[in-house]
């Protein structure tokens, strides 16, 4: 009778009941499940290696990225004269694509970033409060947040760009308003949901302020939600800016970008071909790693998924 009980609560394939209770307690790393997923560790490395870029690439190689050197002008990719910082060639100014693909890392990144945290601060914050308030400020929240959806995010930045100055905060405040409407929705969706608990019940009846709920209660329940949309964000924001800085709208020189490095080198494609590959290829692979440790940090997260990471350990 115990072995029939216990192969009714445990199907086959699955964990034991006392397997899972010790590896639940346990909470085995993050680092342990990373180290067996060769391309998420590949992705991460990736990624460490963008902000270490991000934090010295200016240190390293900001004279070299911006000094210009006439004699090697257009210098083909695989060369090695002047050092290994020309391995990628140079640009019609005699600068190193190297060089300058690393300086560039701070500012892409930096703007990606910066885009992303306002949208989902802002945008939280607004569905936070739309959701629970409900009515008439409700209501008018989620149209405002209709019409906005309505323009497609490139051309609203296209227009507001074209009337202000292209810089890199004008830049930033754009990019983060074109993406608030996602998180203003996933909020105010998750809160219609949450508002209806008993917490939320007994935390009015104790006297807490709405603020306070939101603050105390339903915000931590919402916060893992839109950080997982934050992390796709980024990699949609950081094509966006890219995007802009090719039509010439987005960050300008002295200041540098893969976007813009690529705007200034679509010219030469014929001719020297690498001033506008490598700087696309950052751009190419940045989003591909991003959005493989996104996927990877949404499975690890979800107890439906990470279960059979901890029969892997089991096993």
Known sequence: MTELNNTRDNPPGAPSIQ??????????????????????????????????????????????????????RAAPFGTTEGGLVNILGADALGRPILARIIVATRVTLGIAMASAIAALIIGTLIGLWAGFKGGWTGRVIMQLSDVLQSFPSILLAMVVL?????????????????????????????????????????????????????????????????????????????????????????VQAPNITWGLMVSQGKDYLETAWWMAFFPGLMIMLSTLSINLMANWTRRIRDPRERWRFERAKQA
């Open 162 to 250: 074209y009337m202000l100055s292209p810089s890199p905060l004008n830049l930033i405040l754009v990019l983060a308003v074109g993406q608030l409407p996602v998180y203003i929705r996933v909020a105010r969706a998750e809160v219609l949901e949450l508002r209806e608990r008993l917490f939320v019940d007994a935390a009015r009846v104790i006297g807490a302020r709405p603020y306070q709920i939101i603050a105390m209660h339903i915000g931590p329940m919402v916060i893992p939600t839109v950080i997982n949309i934050v992390t796709i964000d980024f990699a949609l924001i950081m094509l966006s800016e890219s995007s802009l800085s090719f039509l010439g709208i987005g």
């Open 19 to 72: 397997a899972e209770m010790v590896a639940t307690r346990t909470r085995t790393p993050y680092l342990y499940f990373l180290v067996r997923d060769p391309v998420a560790v590949l992705a991460a490395l990736w990624l460490l290696f963008l902000l270490f870029c991000a934090l010295f690439g200016e240190w390293l190689f900001g004279d070299l990225a911006r000094g210009m050197n006439l004699r090697a």
